[in-house]
């Protein structure tokens, strides 16, 4: 392959031979000027795993509450107290009165994430998972962070591993990746000083694939974070995978600034669309042993995703319906995708679309 930046011949190469970038590989790769480089380069990453098959699947997105005692600088989700403007605790049956029209229409897995709750206890949040495991089985829920984890081993002083059997006998299948924002001490003493260590996040993902559980791991990125932090993130995340084996997906989620405190006390504008793709170009060829990287239309939008499909991503997440998190931030994109919708993104790219379940087998090729 002919590249306009000879470094890229390099890379290829390694690529081609099934070989691991260094740390300053990935650092130079995001200083590239040839972007369609990059993304061939990415992209005979991902076909050599994925072929040309794109996966999503139908989904929702469950956030119970988003009252939160982290404070979190990045986010405009969160609320510190009930009375709040905008505040919100959803029920039991309002959560399955929800899922009843979704599972009807074909959804195979419930997202839940939300905020740490300052006086639910641990029996609430399982009480969530068991009540829908009961009325819907076959649905899979993916449910609750590294953080969210955590906050339930605190409030409950049960282990990590008690925590998971508990969940897991409720009905957990599998565990999102969100939490992660940034592993290094000086972003988050900064933005997220009340939030677990990345070095905990780890520890708590490391727990989980022990308990026999899959999860997903993110990047939170575009605000203050160095691309030096970036790769240091995606370097723990490679050496945590070589370990366990566990994580499914690897999602880099584009800082959604609206509404944030980040915003009004700093002002920065937030990734481009070119540093979108590079940030999935690069996560795609650093994280060798991660099969699926997924382009998160709610974050990207719907086209930037399309076009990162051309950038080593190989999954679009899926219908997702009701995210709250990237809306209270800003969110422009549509709040929901339709089946139809997705399979064109995919096909009009000249991939080939795979409805999948939540631990990627293949559902239907579409
Ligand atoms: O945990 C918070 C991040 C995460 C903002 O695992 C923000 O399949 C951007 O983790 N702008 C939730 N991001 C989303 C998430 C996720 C999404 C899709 C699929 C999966 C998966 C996981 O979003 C949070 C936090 O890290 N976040 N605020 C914001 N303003």
Not at 89 to 102: A, R
Not at 103 to 129: C, Q
Not at 140 to 169: N, P, Y
Not at 352 to 357: A, D, M, T
């Amino acid at each position: 392959m002919k590249f306009a930046d000879d470094f890229l011949i390099e890379i290829d190469n390694k690529v081609g031979k099934g070989e691991r970038i260094s740390k300053s590989e990935a650092l130079r790769l995001f200083e590239t000027n040839d972007l369609t480089g990059l993304g061939r380069v990415a992209g005979r990453a991902n076909s050599m795993k994925n072929g040309d098959r794109v996966f999503f699947n139908i989904n929702r997105h469950v956030n119970p509450s988003n009252l939160c005692t982290n404070h979190c600088q990045f986010c405009a989700f969160y609320r510190k107290s009930a009375d709040e403007p905008g505040a919100y605790e959803q029920t039991v049956p309002g959560i399955l009165e929800k899922l009843k029209g979704d599972v009807a229409a074909g959804a195979t897995e419930v997202h839940i994430v939300g905020g740490l709750h300052p006086t639910w206890r641990f029996e609430e949040y399982v009480e969530i998972v068991r009540e829908i495991h009961r009325h819907y089985p076959a649905l899979h829920i993916k449910a609750f962070t590294c953080v969210e984890i955590d906050h339930f081993a605190g409030i409950s002083g049960k282990s990590l591993t008690e925590v998971f059997e508990i969940l897991k006998d409720a009905g957990l299948g599998s565990m999102p990746g969100g939490g992660a924002e940034v592993f290094s001490p000086r972003v988050r003493k900064k933005l997220c000083a009340k939030k677990i260590s990345g070095e905990r996040w780890l520890e708590v993902a490391r727990a989980a694939h022990h308990s026999g559980l899959k999860s997903n791991a993110t990047l939170l990125y575009g605000h203050i974070e160095t691309v030096e932090e970036r790769i240091d993130h995606l370097s723990k995340l490679r050496q945590l995978q070589d370990e366990t084996g566990g994580f499914q997906a690897f999602i880099p989620l584009s800082w959604h600034k609206e509404g944030t405190e980040l915003e009004r006390v700093l002002n920065i504008p937030g990734a481009t669309g070119l540093e979108d793709l590079k940030m999935i170009a690069v996560s795609r060829i650093f994280l060798d042993n991660f099969d699926h990287i997924k382009a998160y239309w709610v974050m990207l939008g719907k086209k930037l995703a399309q076009t990162a499909l051309w950038f080593g991503a190989d999954d679009l997440d899926g219908t997702v319906a009701d995210e709250r998190v990237t809306f209270m931030a800003g969110g422009k994109t549509d709040r929901f995708a339709t089946i139809d919708e997705i399979i064109h993104l995919i096909r009009s790219a000249g991939k080939v679309p795979v409805e999948r379940n939540t631990l990627y087998e293949p559902l239907k090729i579409c």
